[in-house]
């Protein structure tokens, strides 16, 4: 959201900033041409007074040498400020202009020799840009004798000076325009983090609360009222989640636990009733096996509820250490039962874990794996380290599952209609995902190749940041048997 948010917001303060600085250059501009302005029609108006005494007749004739001084005046004029100036007749015609042969741009038709022989003096020219080198700034004053405009006072100036002089009134305003926008960017990414920072606490503490960590709360402070409103909803909503989930899962320990007593009495008065029996009675047989298998139910109803309520005692832990001492408890099974039980990859891997919640879900997935892999197969455990994370990858060359019983795998008491002679409840994986999951794991299944069934178990190699080191006194978790 921030990557959407934030370039809108410095679009907008950009078009805000520049449309408050294009005024003030433009104003910047026409001040310093209005300066110019001023000193050439001050210039102009001193040749005038000059050209009104040039054009006064001489008694008998002739010059008295008042347009010699003129043009003297005009070509030393020229020279010091290389200036091209000249006084004209109403025709056009040159009375004396500086540099020598230099006439009026546009002759009697151009637009400032046309506003002089009206009486006007070129106050507003055409505005002169920085990058309009070619331009030039034509500024004419009429000659005035008895109220009538007599002649034509034209100065014609490089632009050169002028356009320097607004490139330089123009930095200040550039650096602060910059200063302003830079200002307006942290401001926005100030403002944008203190909108969206409950947002992503609010992002953070869902995915907690979806991975099993009921406990993460929203602290509503910072951001806009509405986010701290809908973070204070979000906690009671979280309130009410957790205190359903404690009462499912303590319903589910209490009802498991209470029914475990009256179960082995049953059991035992089953015991003692086939002492009066055939040994061979397959009514017996089959009541006492149903009687085993619903007391499997109760105690993995029991490690679920456990699982799932007790905190994970996480540390750093030798994974593939761990992950060895299971195999070896589990080898004299697999042996039994004609299957081979390996161990490969990495010698010692350090992952962030519960080692007795690990060890559980190994137990439980080893388990799995030698149930459903025939006599003479091989079940392989493999624990391969990665940058951010440790992967134990459990394969075994059984009958594997289908592309829809994947999607099922995991779900409690779910499984899969072609074994359901194998003994089992169904919550075993169920157990798995709950242990891993208190600890920041997870587990995926698929494929193995050419057949048969892979449970991938991925585990953080650090400590998340939000979290430090487990507390040394903690107390392991404990799991029926």
């Given at each position: 959201?921030?990557?959407?948010?934030?370039?809108?917001?410095?679009?907008?303060?950009?078009?805000?900033?520049?449309?408050?600085?294009?005024?003030?250059?433009?104003?910047?501009?026409?001040?310093?041409?209005?300066?110019?302005?001023?000193?050439?029609?001050?210039?102009?108006?001193?040749?005038?007074?000059?050209?009104?005494?040039?054009?006064?007749?001489?008694?008998?004739?002739?010059?008295?040498?008042?347009?010699?001084?003129?043009?003297?005046?005009?070509?030393?004029?020229?020279?010091?400020y290389?200036?091209?100036?000249?006084?004209?007749?109403?025709?056009?015609?040159?009375?004396?202009?500086?540099?020598?042969?230099?006439?009026?741009?546009?002759?009697?038709?151009?637009?400032e020799f046309s506003e002089a022989l009206a009486g006007r003096r070129s106050h507003h020219p055409g505005q002169v840009w920085p990058w309009e080198t070619d331009e030039r700034l034509i500024v004419a004053s009429p000659v005035i004798r008895d109220g009538d405009v007599i002649a034509v006072v034209v100065t014609d100036s490089p632009t050169g000076p002028l356009r320097s002089r607004i490139v330089h009134g123009w930095l200040p305003l550039a650096a602060g325009e910059a200063a302003a926008m830079l200002l307006a960017v942290a401001a926005a990414f100030r403002l944008t983090g203190w909108v969206l920072r409950?947002?992503?606490?609010?992002?953070?503490?869902?995915?907690?609360?979806?991975?099993?960590?009921?406990?993460?709360?929203?602290a509503p402070a910072g951001g806009p009222p509405e986010l701290r409103h809908l973070a204070r909803s979000f906690n009671e909503m979280a309130d009410h989640v957790e205190q359903v989930l404690e009462q499912q899962r303590a319903f589910v320990a209490d009802a498991s636990h209470q029914l475990r007593n009256p179960l082995a009495a049953l059991l035992l008065r089953i015991d003692l009733l086939g002492l009066e029996l055939p040994e061979d009675?397959?009514?017996?047989?089959?009541?006492?096996?149903?009687?085993?298998?619903?007391?499997?139910?109760?105690?993995?109803?029991l490690d679920l509820a456990l699982a799932e309520h007790s905190p994970a005692d996480l540390r750093v832990t030798d994974v593939a250490a761990l992950a060895a001492e299971r195999i070896d408890a589990w080898r004299?099974?697999?042996?039994?039962?004609?299957?081979?039980?390996?161990r490969d990859g990495a010698a010692a891997v350090t992952g962030w874990a519960d080692p007795v919640g690990l060890s559980s879900a190994l137990d439980a997935v080893i388990d799995n794996a030698l149930k459903f892999t025939p006599r003479g197969g091989h079940v392989t455990v493999t624990v391969t380290p990665g940058r951010d994370e440790v992967t134990v990858v459990t394969a075994d060359d059984?009958?594997?599952?289908?592309?829809?019983?994947?999607?099922?795998?995991?779900?409690?008491?779910?499984?899969?209609?072609?074994?359901?002679?194998?003994?089992?409840?169904?919550?075993?994986?169920?157990?798995?995902?709950?242990?891993?999951?208190?600890?920041?794991?997870?587990?995926?299944?698929?494929?193995?190749?050419?057949?048969?069934?892979?449970?991938?178990?991925?585990?953080?190699?650090?400590?998340?940041?939000?979290?430090?080191?487990?507390?040394?006194?903690?107390?392991?978790?404990?799991?029926?048997t």
């Open positions: 959201m921030r990557s959407r948010l934030l370039p809108l917001l410095i679009i907008l303060i950009a078009g805000v900033v520049v449309a408050l600085g294009i005024p003030l250059a433009i104003s910047e501009a026409a001040r310093e041409q209005q300066r110019v302005v001023v000193d050439r029609i001050d210039d102009t108006a001193r040749f005038a007074s000059l050209a009104q005494y040039v054009t006064d007749p001489v008694p008998g004739g002739g010059d008295d040498g008042k347009l010699a001084t003129l043009r003297q005046e005009l070509e030393r004029y020229h020279e010091v290389g200036i091209r100036a000249g006084v004209f007749l109403r025709d056009g015609t040159p009375l004396a202009a500086a540099p020598s042969g230099w006439e009026a741009p546009g002759g009697a038709a151009g637009r409950p947002v992503r606490d609010l992002d953070k503490a869902a995915h907690d609360i979806a991975t099993g960590r009921l406990t993460s709360r929203v009675s397959e009514e017996f047989a089959s009541v006492r096996a149903e009687g085993k298998r619903l007391a499997r139910v109760l105690d993995d109803l004299p099974v697999a042996e039994q039962r004609g299957i081979s039980l390996t059984g009958p594997g599952l289908d592309d829809e019983e994947l999607t099922r795998i995991g779900s409690r008491f779910w499984r899969s209609g072609r074994h359901q002679n194998v003994a089992g409840s169904g919550l075993g994986l169920s157990i798995v995902s709950a242990l891993l999951a208190a600890g920041g794991a997870r587990v995926r299944y698929a494929h193995n190749e050419p057949h048969g069934l892979r449970v991938i178990i991925t585990l953080p190699r650090d400590a998340p940041e939000d979290q430090g080191p487990a507390a040394p006194g903690a107390a392991p978790r404990p799991l029926t």
